[in-house]
């Protein structure tokens, strides 16, 4: 298996330009979830999806859309970078844990995203 | 309000020396479950451990173990006989309840440990 894998690695956009980051896993979990991390403030949440065709906002979700046509894919896009996008981004695949009330989360590898 | 408070930004120790990573955590709910992760300078997220509020029992696996203490709201994180290796960045992470009935993770800012030879 490969995880949860993440492309690209780094990209640097101007400011105005849209992109979309890949995000795939083939574990075959439910759950998927988009965080950015940024200096100082750890990792928040932007969108996540409990299934195909299932998706919602998390704590900072503006400027980013998503979409979960498969189980495999939850790309995210930026429809217009701004510098305040500068981040990494990490996409995470979760199953929910057969004993508790919690996910067992896998994270990919992240993409370093620079806006300028 | 959820929230995690690591309130050390950086640390810096001498091979060899015990370090403690503090957390402190604000929640609502009365289950939840607590989280660390390493992050090393490659940059991805390890995993270290899940605890759950029920189970308050220290854990130790090798040289690290936690202590997670519900009358203080807190879940530190213990190294012993620090090695370079372990420098790295380090969360800890709440669950919080989201619709759909998904646990996303809050993450604490970070604490950055810096072990010298």
């Known amino acids: ?116 | 309000a959820q929230k995690v408070t690591q309130a050390q930004t950086e640390i810096s120790v001498v091979e060899k020396e015990d370090v403690t990573l503090d957390c402190v955590y604000e929640t609502r709910d009365t289950t939840y479950y607590l989280f660390w992760y390493k992050q090393p300078p490659s940059g991805e997220l390890v995993f270290l451990i899940r605890r759950n509020s029920f189970d308050e029992q220290n854990e130790i696996s090798g040289r690290y173990s936690w202590n997670f203490q519900k009358s203080t709201s807190s879940f530190n994180f213990t190294i012993t006989a620090s090695q370079v290796v372990d420098s790295a960045v380090y969360f800890c992470a709440l669950s919080d309840h989201v619709s759909g009935g998904y646990n996303k993770l809050i993450f604490g800012a970070g604490t950055r440990l810096a072990v010298h030879p």
């Open chain 1, 1 to 116: 298996n490969a995880g949860v894998t993440q492309t690209p690695k780094f990209q640097v956009l101007k400011t105005g330009q849209s992109m979309t980051l890949q995000c795939a896993q083939d574990m075959n979990h439910e759950y998927m979830s988009w965080y950015r991390q940024d200096p100082g403030m750890g990792l928040r949440l932007i969108h996540y999806s409990v299934g195909a065709g299932i998706t919602d906002q998390g704590e900072v979700p503006n400027g980013y859309n998503v979409s979960r046509s498969t189980t495999e894919d939850f790309p995210l896009r930026l429809l217009s970078a701004a510098p305040s996008q500068t981040s990494v981004y990490f996409c995470a695949s979760s199953y929910l844990l057969p004993k508790g009330n919690t996910y067992e989360q896998y994270f990919g590898p992240g993409t370093r995203l620079t806006v300028t």
